[in-house]
């Protein structure tokens, strides 16, 4: 991959990163304005951010039906995580060809977890949300992510990578994420691999492009 290429990967990367800070909350409170959400939004961890949070966005969460607005915001995913899957990939290609240990099976695991995600997110919110791809495809990517990010982060902390808060970040991927989720919904569970790879997106977008590049 062109260092042009890995530079776009993560800047789009950035771009939906941040993004994220403000669709990823209001599909949060718009799914806990659905039948099935409302669970979530009496939850007293994530009621007395939610209550006033869903106050102050006001039309941004009743322009149309629950449903309709939690699956529009929802679409958002799928353009996410393709910009992460772009930048692991811009990232794994500046890695060295022979890495090894965890970091050699994260990457493949990780990389796996993220295109079976992509997939999932998109039948779910462009489809139709339905049980059977959730369980044949949701939960076997969430399984993969928990597991190839958590190995990704440690053989990343292991070699050296930097920046170093992507190594971190990806390592304890899995109990932030339950964090947030415990506090709103699946929704900002999202927010550390977003972090993870944006960081990583970024330090991508400030490496210089090589002169030859430039004049091709």
Known sequence: MTRTATRNAGFACVVLAAASVVIAPLNALARMRTEDGRADFENPLAHWWAAPASDAAGGLLDWGPPDTVYETYGKFYVVAVLAVLACALAVRSRRPATVRGSERWGWRVTLASYVL????????????????????????????????????????????????????????????????????????????????????????????????????
């Open 117 to 216: 995600l992509a997939c999932a997110i998109f039948f779910t919110y462009w489809v139709a949300n339905v049980d059977l791809v959730h369980l044949a495809v949701t939960m076997p990517a969430l399984l993969l992510n928990a597991v190839g990010q958590t190995m990704l982060g440690i053989g990343l902390l292991r070699s050296g990578f930097r920046p170093r808060l992507t190594g971190w970040v990806l390592a304890l991927s899995f109990p932030l994420s339950q964090v947030l989720v415990m506090v709103s919904t699946q929704a900002l569970g999202v927010w550390p691999m977003l972090l993870a790879w944006g960081v990583a997106g970024w330090s991508l977008v400030a490496e210089p492009v090589p002169e030859r590049e430039q004049l091709a």
